[in-house]
Structures are given as structure tokens and as C-alpha cells.
């Protein structure tokens, strides 16, 4: 019989909203503590406490000091406690501030920070330490520690090594996330020493990589069960395409890895309710959908009338398949359509898309830079959605799309392919699909699909049905806290494994 009793997670994570976010883990870590609580289970989090984190503001209170053993002798961890807002998520922050009193959380104008060995071996040693206190001091022990890419992953490697004889940790277990596998904590071999495992751990079953030190590998090797961010990419993953030069290790461990699509926040993103938004609207009443169109060309200089308009949101970088937007754009411009266009990177890329504007002011609005109320009001005045990713591990704006009733057309890879129903004449007539989906990552590709969606767009009774199925899906996180919750009863309930 599945159990229902409440569990005891403990999440360890180097960012998560509203305390520090540079990406979509900080979104994660700060979304996911607090639904897996509202199922009704006890969960604490870990981060470390970087200097431009507001204390006061964040309510943060000294709940103690930690004397924490690493390869550099004895260093003193100052512990804060506080709490994830509206929820009952307590939130612990690791302190010392040679290490984390910085402008930034990893490294700044574009170099790593060069002791993020020692920092993150650190933040990951005292986390253990912290969970040795807590046994301690409060009998609270997890079932489970749910550890977030490289960052954290070394705690998953401590409690498999340095720990493993520890009475407390009997009968904790362990998942590791992975959030982007193109990030995985690299170091140079003879730093190794600086995480205070020993050489045993760095052989090529372990953590070593092509000579170097890999931590997301070795989180990969020793945690119970690993996840990533959807279904699709956690199979993309074990291939040598996407894997990253990690896909050998993670077929390995296929049997332990699965994907969990990420939910987005329902309440900032909800075209109901949306303060950035001129006029609000929803499935059942579109009609503010139009002004907001409307406020859109006004806001980018554009035509104010009755024409199909495609956005783009995001970082300009070959990642998301911005070289193929700029490749049709020529096409596009023939073409009775708008577009908007908001994002920030590749320099080149960048002077494309302002180039186009000069030649195409009636067409196309460009906007270089982050701005996150455009990107509201595009999320809302825009029809179509552009999303050719070459990779994406889950993706965030196609589902910030899908709630807005702005159709996505995406590439099939990693999280769209999960998330966005491709249209097909027989998906649409059963009120299934939600978006275009293509294959190739080609300009071709791209273009034919953006021709077939404006064919469909000339339907309004048909376009409506896609609008409106894309704004009834579920892509809150109540849906994905489930499928967390179902992993931590499976970690829970295995044996110890006996090595990596
Ligand atoms: P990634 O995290 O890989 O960049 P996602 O789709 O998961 O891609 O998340 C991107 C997020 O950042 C979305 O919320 C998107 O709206 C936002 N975003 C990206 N570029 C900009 C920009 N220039 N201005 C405002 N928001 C942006």
C-alpha cells in the first residue's frame, strides 16, 4: 500500500527566489520547498548566504555557528534562519563571508570566481555539518536530500563518503536535479584535494573527467536518484549530442533517472490578474487580449492594427536557436506580419535584429536588454511565440506563452517537446493541441512551421481553440511538487547502495 505519511526533505540548492536567482534554479528552489510543504511535508532549505542578500528585509535571525571541517583546516560557518514567504519552509543560509560576501554568486565580468572549489566544497561540507546539528539539537533528520546541479552536489558525494558511517544518516537518501547539463562544475586535477575527499574518489568511476575534477559527476555517481528538468531531455541527456561528454554516466544510471517538467508561478503570470498588463483577460473572455495587442505596437512603434504578430523573448545565443529567427526574418518581412523582438546577447545577433528594425520600422520592434515588464506585455499582445531551441532543458517562456494564449512554436527538443502539444489537423480536432512543434533545427524547418501556423491563424475558430487550450493547461508547480513527492517515497523506501 503507498504510504502517505508526511515526509522530511531537505533541499540544498545555491540559489532560490526571493533570496538569490541568476536563472531558472533560483526559480525551482524557491518554488518547489514551498509546494512539496503545501502537500504537507516538512521541508527545510539550505543556501549559502551571499552579501547581497538583504537580512533584515528577508527576516534572517542567527540560529548558530558551525566549526566545519575542510582541506584548509577548521572554518566557522555562521548559520541564518528565515523563511521561503507564504509558507512554512524554513530556510537555512550558510555564512562566512570571505567566502559569499560578494557582488556576485559565481564569478563577475565573465570569470568564475577562482576559489569556487573551496566556496561550494564549503557550502556543501557545512550543509552536513548542519544536519549533523540538527539531529543533534532537534532529532530532525530528513528522509531525503534533494541536492541542485554542480553547486550542491558535493553533498551528495559527503554523504556517500565522509559521512557514510554516520549513525544519523543511516537511513537518508539522496536526489540530485540537474538543471542544465552544460554546467558542471570543472576544476583542474590537482585542486582536487581542496574538496577534502580523498584520491580513491578520483578515478574515471568517480569524479574524474578527461583529468579534471567534475562535482555534477560525482553527485551523478553517488546520489540514489537523479532527475532533470523534463522527460525528454533526461533522455536527450544519455545521448552523445546533448550529454555533454556525461551521457556514458548517465546511461549508466538510466534506471535511477527521470525528468520532471518545472511548473512556473501562476500568480505573477496569470493574464487574469497581471499588474504589467493595460487590460486583463482569460479563456473564457478574450477580449482584453486584443487591447493589450494594441498597447504592444504602441509601446514598439509599430502599425496599430489587425496582424499577425510573432515574439521572441530571450537570451540571443545559438542555445536558442536565435541564428534561425535571424535567418527568416527576410522571409518574414514579405509577409503581411509583425514582429517583436526582446532579449539580450551575441553581439552579432543583436546588430542583426536593430538592422532589420532601421530597414523594416513597419514590421518589426526590437528592444536590446532585460526588461521584465515588455516582457509581460509581450507575453500578453503577442499571437505567436518563437522558440527554436537547438537544447532546452525544460524552458519557462513557452509555458509563460501557453497561460497568455500566445501560440508557441518550438523546436521538438528537451521540455517544449514535453510541454507544447504540436498541431496537427487531428490534435486540433480533439481540442489537444496547444502550439507547432518542428524537427530540423533548419531556417527551413522554422519557416514552414511559422507558415503553417499563420494559415491556421486565418482561422479564428480554430485558432481560438488553440489559444484556448494552451491557456487550460496545467503548468502550475502543484502538478510537478506530485511527481517530486512520488520520487522522495521511492528514495525513501530503498536500500543504502553499497557504492557509486
Ligand atoms: P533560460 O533560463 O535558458 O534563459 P527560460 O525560457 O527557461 O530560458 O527562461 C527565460 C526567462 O527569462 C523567462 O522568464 C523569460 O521571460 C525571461 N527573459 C529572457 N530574456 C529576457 C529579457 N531580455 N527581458 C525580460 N525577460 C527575459
Known amino acids: 500500500m503507498p ?32 509546494e512539496v510543504g503545501r502537500l504537507g511535508h516538512a521541508v527545510r532549505l539550505v543556501i549559502p548566504r551571499y552579501g547581497t542578500i538583504d537580512g533584515t528585509a528577508h527576516g534572517l535571525k542567527e540560529w548558530g555557528r ?27 543560509t550558510i555564512g562566512h563571508d570571505p567566502f559569499f560576501a560578494r557582488q556576485e554568486f559565481y564569478g563577475e565580468a565573465g570569470a568564475d570566481y577562482p576559489d569556487n572549489l573551496e566556496r561550494f566544497s564549503f557550502f556543501c561540507r557545512a550543509t552536513m555539518e548542519l544536519l549533523l546539528a540538527f539531529a543533534k539539537v532537534s532529532s530532525w533528520t530528513p528522509d531525503v536530500l534533494h541536492a541542485h546541479d554542480w553547486q550542491a552536489a558535493l553533498s551528495v558525494v559527503y554523504l556517500r563518503s565522509l559521512y557514510a558511517k ?35 574518489l578520483f578515478t574515471p568511476k568517480t ?62 503570470w496569470n493574464p487574469a490578474t497581471d499588474s504589467l498588463l493595460p487590460e486583463h483577460y482569460s479563456s ?7 487591447r493589450c495587442k494594441e498597447a504592444l505596437q504602441r509601446e514598439l512603434s509599430l502599425p496599430v492594427r489587425e496582424v499577425p504578430l510573432l515574439a521572441v523573448i530571450s537570451r540571443f545565443t545559438s542555445q536558442k536557436g536565435l541564428d534561425l529567427v535571424a535567418a527568416v526574418l527576410p522571409e518574414l518581412m514579405r509577409l503581411d506580419v509583425q514582429v517583436a523582438l526582446l532579449g539580450t546577447g551575441d553581439p552579432p545577433l543583436e546588430l542583426q535584429f536593430q ?42 517562456s513557452q509555458l509563460y506563452s501557453l497561460r497568455y494564449g500566445t501560440v508557441p512554436i518550438v523546436r521538438k527538443t528537451g521540455g517544449l ?84
Not at 13 to 21: C, I, N, Q
Not at 284 to 290: M, V
Open 207 to 268: 569524479l574524474e573527467f578527461f583529468g579534471q575534477a567534475n562535482l555534477l559527476k560525482g553527485g551523478l555517481v553517488f546520489a540514489d536518484l537523479l532527475t532533470t528538468v523534463s522527460p525528454t531531455y533526461s533522455r536527450e541527456i544519455q545521448t552523445p549530442e546533448l550529454g555533454f561528454g556525461l551521457d556514458g554516466v548517465l546511461q549508466e544510471r538510466k534506471d535511477s533517472l527521470s525528468g520532471v517538467v518545472n511548473g512556473i508561478d501562476t500568480e505573477v
Open 166 to 200: 554516520r549513525p544519523e544518516f543511516t537511513k537518508l537518501r539522496s536526489i540530485l536535479t540537474v538543471h542544465n547539463l552544460g554546467f558542471q562544475g570543472l576544476f583542474p586535477a590537482a585542486a582536487f584535494p581542496k574538496t577534502g575527499l580523498g584520491p580513491e
Open 355 to 396: 538592422s532589420f528594425r532601421m530597414r523594416h520600422p513597419d514590421k518589426i520592434g526590437v528592444r536590446i536588454g532585460f526588461d521584465d515588464a515588455l516582457a509581460h506585455a509581450i507575453e500578453a499582445g503577442a499571437d505567436l511565440f518563437l522558440m527554436p531551441s537547438r537544447y532546452e532543458p525544460c524552458g519557462l
Open 66 to 92: 558551525l566549526a566545519v571541517p575542510t582541506a584548509a583546516g577548521v572554518i566557522s560557518a555562521v548559520v541564518e534562519e528565515g523563511r521561503l514567504p507564504e509558507s512554512d519552509v524554513q530556510v537555512f
Open 417 to 500: 517537446a514535453d510541454t507544447v502539444v504540436a498541431y496537427t489537423p487531428r490534435t486540433a480536432a480533439n481540442g489537444l493541441a496547444t502550439g507547432f512543434a518542428f524537427n530540423e533545427a533548419t531556417p527551413e524547418a522554422l519557416l514552414t512551421t511559422i507558415l503553417l501556423a499563420l494559415r491556421v491563424y486565418a482561422d479564428r475558430t480554430e485558432w481560438t481553440g488553440l489559444m484556448k487550450a494552451g491557456m487550460e493547461t496545467d503548468v502550475s508547480w502543484a502538478r510537478s511538487a506530485e511527481a517530486y513527492v512520488a520520487l522522495y517515497r521511492r528514495t525513501a523506501e530503498m536500500p543504502k547502495r553499497s557504492k557509486g
Open 284 to 290: 473564457s473572455d478574450l477580449a482584453g487580449k486584443r
Open 3 to 34: 504510504s502517505t505519511s508526511p515526509l522530511k526533505i531537505l533541499f540544498v540548492s545555491s540559489e532560490a527566489v526571493p533570496f538569490a536567482k541568476t536563472g531558472g534554479l533560483g526559480d525551482v528552489a524557491g518554488a518547489l520547498p514551498r
